[in-house]
């Protein structure tokens, strides 16, 4: 999609169709035109409300979108990007190929045009990401949305807020390229054709990546990675990307994603309602790929590692087993109790070969962990674990500001108590006493050695079963924008 910033109001721009956001209160703080038409259209400016008609005439738009906002102090960035969503999916279903959206006014005295401008585009892309790879072509199926513009009142503001759209449109095609990713199912998915498909786009952006077969991976001691993999016929795959360019001096952070391309439980199989969602198991593992990209595309000054362990979870008559003791890359031994607590597994294992390889400042993990972790805290939020008061509040402030929000879990040594084992240097889960979620965090601490590290549980954020404003069903992308605001912090 082509998006531009240009200088233009409701009253002089000529486009196919033009948005125009509508408070609640609208005619105490618009121009009498515009609230003029939401009043014929009995549009009350409800967040996310919408209404489309032709102007007649009485603007040089062809026909104008109505978006509501909700009350004028209570207008946000997120309430933009939503409106910008559900505007961009109403221009779609009506077959606009070009469509330009005014900055709302009401956000003008809170924010920056170019912050505005860059939730709109970053909002639009999002909305309009359709996952059709597999789909035959529809003859029937309305044009894809072409052209943005982005309408901006002073011609002062066009560099800085082309500059911020630019970079918005990078993050959400990320997003989309991680929302791909998790889309792909299994059988085109496996280990060896995922790590492929990672190295092309790491060659075509400027990242470097290694990608380490299973009798490499078997050679380094990843006990856990080998264990996971072992059922399927599809081996393994070890991938590490790097960006640095934030020069030897500046501290390197990791970035460490689960990348299970399909999860059947293994020998401790899943109920069978709802398994063919399991192609998304490696969300973390595809929203660390997407940040990288945008980090490299954007050429953000910062030193950063991507890992991801690929492995397909199936049982067989070589799949590991509960009651098996695994020798993992730091070192350790786990006792396996569940074979659907695979992600740990691989997990603990790259963030050992962080440390060990990398010697990071900080870590920062995401996974499709816990059931637990959903049952918590739903859709809304991700669950956020830490070692490090500072590195937890650099994550939720990322997230705060992306709107992939997070909500802070302890990891007390209460809890640690749990993952003991009588046969082994630690249990791969809990006891029955719940805290599914806690306990995994807990297991995933064993193996950072006290480097600063953050583990999001995105088990509820990385799918949705229903649309919302800029978010579609199956695989959403969570994690990338909150990963590249960080790195954007990161390189200050």
């Keep these: 999609m082509k998006i531009v910033v240009k200088e233009g109001s409701a009253e002089r721009t000529a486009v196919e169709a033009l948005v125009i956001g509508i408070t609640q209160d609208a005619g105490k703080h618009r121009r009498p035109a515009v609230a003029k038409l939401a009043e014929v259209q009995a549009f009350d400016g409800r967040p996310n409300q919408t209404s489309s008609f032709f102007t007649q005439g009485r603007l040089p738009a062809k026909r104008v979108l109505l978006v509501g906002l909700g009350k004028a102090e209570e207008v946000t960035l997120e309430r933009v990007r939503q409106a910008a969503g559900m505007a961009a999916k109403a221009a779609r279903q009506l077959g606009i190929k070009r469509l330009a959206i005014e900055l709302p006014v009401e956000a003008e005295r809170r924010f920056s045009k170019s912050d505005q401008a860059a939730a709109i585009a970053e909002a639009v892309v999002l909305a309009t990401y359709r996952f059709k790879r597999y789909k035959s072509p529809d003859p029937n199926e309305k044009p894809e949305l072409q052209e943005l513009a982005i309408l901006v009142r002073e011609k002062m503001s066009l560099a800085t807020a082309s500059k911020a759209v630019r970079a918005a449109q990078i993050v959400a095609e990320s997003t989309c390229l991680a929302r791909d990713l998790a889309n792909l199912p299994s059988n085109d998915a496996y280990p060896e054709k995922i790590a492929a498909m990672v190295r092309k786009e790491a060659r075509r952006v400027g990242l470097r990546c290694r990608v380490f077969d299973h009798r490499q991976i078997e050679r380094m001691g990843m006990g856990g990675v080998v264990a996971v993999g072992q059922g399927s016929v599809h081996p393994p795959r070890f991938v590490v990307l790097e960006h640095r360019k934030g020069g030897p001096k500046r501290p390197t952070l990791a970035l460490i994603g689960k990348g299970i ?78 074979t659907d607590a695979e992600g740990r597994m691989t997990l603990a294992d790259a963030l050992a070969y962080a440390r060990r390889q990398y010697k990071p400042a900080a870590v920062v993990d995401l996974a499709t962990l816990t059931g637990a972790c959903v049952v918590a805290l739903g859709n809304a939020a991700m669950g956020l674990f830490s070692n490090d008061q500072p590195l937890a509040d650099r994550v939720a402030r990322a997230g705060e500001a992306t709107w992939e929000r997070t909500w802070r879990l302890p990891v ?19 006891d029955r006493s719940g805290a599914g979620a806690i306990t995994a965090a807990c297991f995933l601490q064993k193996f950072v050695d006290g480097t600063p590290w953050v583990h999001l549980d995105i088990a509820g954020t990385a799918w949705a079963d229903d649309e919302r404003p800029y978010v579609p069903r199956g695989a959403t992308g969570s994690g990338v924008r909150l990963l590249v605001r960080l790195l954007h912090e990161w390189g200050r």
């Design 412 to 430: 007390w040594e209460d809890y640690h108590e749990r993952i003991k084992s009588e046969v082994a240097d630690i249990r791969q889960i809990g």
């Design 261 to 338: 391309t399909f999860d059947s439980g293994g020998i401790s199989i899943k109920p069978g309602e709802k398994m063919d969602q399991m192609k998304y198991d490696k969300s973390g593992g595809c929203a660390v790929i997407g940040a990288l990209r945008a980090a490299a595309l954007l050429r953000l000054p910062v030193n950063v590692i991507g890992i991801i362990a690929f492995c397909e979870n199936l049982p067989s008559g070589t799949a590991y087993r509960p009651g098996d003791i695994i020798r993992m890359y730091s070192g350790k031994t786990v006792e396996v109790l569940n």
